[in-house]
């Protein structure tokens, strides 16, 4: 296995596992309590909820990817 095979392979386990991290954050803050979340640096109301549809599909696509990626560094 070449160089950039490796850096690719990991680059996707990296960046599927980024997409799920970041939309498991997304739910779970999306659960939160309206007085938990903290108003934004300019003092207005936080952003709305995320979807949850699209959260899930996100989440779930992330974990493929990233589970992919890491059977082709284990496999390679």
Request: charged share 15%; no cysteine; hydrophobic share 60%.
């Amino acid at each position: 296995m070449g160089f950039y095979d490796e850096v690719l392979r990991e680059l996707l386990v990296a960046m599927g596992a980024a997409l799920f991290v970041g939309n498991l954050m997304a739910l779970l803050r999306r659960r939160a309590p309206a007085a938990v979340r903290p108003p934004d640096a300019d003092g207005s109301e936080a952003l709305p909820e995320a979807p949850l549809a699209r959260t899930v599909v996100y989440l779930v696509i992330g974990f493929v990817v990233a589970l992919w990626g890491i059977a082709s560094l284990v496999a390679g």
